[in-house]
């Protein structure tokens, strides 16, 4: 790796932004390589010119996507690299599903805030893993929160004086995916009461609630498993949450030609 590229490349990771690196695995400019920033483009290196607008719009939903893969066209094919930065888990309410939340999320890669209003539930003994530790009420320490595309906020506690200013925020905000703990029936309520207040259909069905995916989950510890399991397959775009026992083909979902080269 030329030094120019190797620089980018380390740049992008330590300043946490979207990136990838396109490297050319067959045809006549094997070995070519370039390093591709979100929403700026080829920031070094280079690419064969007939390839870097394909390369470029494929690189992007690859970034969004965080997905790595070679992508085949005409005349090459190219692995695209890409480059994200750690998910961001911010919890509200600090409960017993929280704790295996926080370790379980930590173990993925994630950087995990958990915040309450309740002091003695608030600290650091609690949440050893834990990031940060936020002690206050929601309206408060939202307002000190970035919630972009790399944001995923889980609400533990049913109480709308803790949950819908957080909710507002969230839904208002680029977070990548926003879970609701409560019944079938607490989330129909939360629908109506935010429809209301005014929000959206679509603002409104970003909240997944009731949170997680089927699992027959009982205890806490697999309780913050089954929110997981739905984080992630939001995170990637892809997975039924079915049992692979039995599934025919490939595990891992392929690209159909209506979808494209990634």
């Not at 803790?162 to 609701?180: H, Q």
């Not at 929000?199 to 510890?221: C, K, M, N, Q, Y």
């Not at 399991?229 to 775009?237: H, K």
């Not at 692979?244 to 990634?262: A, C, F, S, Y």
Request: hydrophobic share 40%; no cysteine.
């Amino acid at each position: 790796m030329s030094p120019d590229v190797l620089a980018a490349t380390r740049r992008l990771l330590e300043s946490e932004r979207f990136g990838a690196v396109a490297t050319v695995v067959s045809g006549g400019d094997i070995g070519a390589k370039a390093v591709i920033e979100a929403g700026v483009g080829i920031v070094a290196g280079a690419l064969p010119e007939a390839l870097v607008d394909d390369v470029l719009a494929d690189a992007d939903e690859l970034m969004h996507r965080e997905q790595s893969r070679v992508v085949e066209y005409e005349s090459a094919n190219v692995f695209v690299e890409a480059l994200a930065p750690p998910p961001v888990l911010v919890v509200f309410g600090a409960v017993h599903t929280a704790q295996a939340l926080t370790t379980h999320a930590t173990l993925l890669g994630f950087r995990v805030v958990v915040s309450d209003a309740r002091p003695a539930f608030t600290t650091e003994e609690r949440f050893p893993d834990a990031d940060r530790v936020i002690q206050g009420w929601p309206q408060e320490v939202v307002a000190d929160l970035v919630a972009d595309r790399r944001t995923y906020v889980v609400l533990l506690s049913h109480d709308a004086r803790f949950e819908d200013p957080v909710l507002e925020w969230a839904m208002r905000s680029e977070a990548r995916y926003i879970g609701a703990m409560g019944s079938r029936r607490t989330h129909e309520k939360r629908v109506r009461t935010f429809a209301e207040k005014g929000f959206t259909d679509d603002e409104i069905s970003r909240i997944h609630g009731p949170v997680g995916l089927d699992i027959g989950a009982e205890t806490p510890g697999e309780t913050a498993i089954s929110i997981l399991a739905e984080m992630i397959q939001v995170r990637y775009g892809s997975g039924t949450g079915l049992s692979l026992r039995g599934r025919e083909g490939r595990i891992h979902r392929q690209r159909t030609d209506d979808e494209g080269d990634v």
